[in-house]
């Protein structure tokens, strides 16, 4: 999304200055995954697939989560918090954040 449109190069570029190393194979890999689930359109220019995201991140992570939900942890919403809530590296500022989300979820109020 930061990018806006870019070719598997500028998207391994971006994700080295980040210092992230991936092989240009892994994310064309990638790519073609979240353009079968939708979440990316291609389009040629000369040699080169320009991506870009059809869909909003919103709406991205949403689905992302639901997968991950649904594949990895059997449709369990509290498998899932445990999962996060147990790797330890949570900072007390999302644990607040946290417990404001579920409080609001509780009275009605979810955003």
């Known amino acids: ?8 190069e500028d998207i391994r570029t971006s994700l080295v200055e980040k210092g992230r190393s991936i092989s240009i194979g892994s994310i064309r890999n990638m790519l073609g995954i ?22 909003i991140r919103d709406e991205a992570r949403k689905n992302m989560i639901r997968d991950l939900l649904v594949n990895a942890f059997e449709g369990s919403e509290s498998l899932i918090v445990a999962a996060l809530l147990n790797t330890g590296e949570i ?18 109020e979810a955003s």
């Open 1 to 8: 999304w930061k990018l806006g449109e870019g070719t598997p």
């Open 34 to 55: 979240m353009m079968q689930k939708g979440y990316l359109s291609r389009k040629k220019n000369g040699k080169a697939y320009y991506y870009r995201a059809s869909i």
């Open 91 to 108: 900072r007390e500022e999302e644990l607040e954040e946290i417990r404001r989300l579920v409080s609001d979820t509780d009275k009605g």
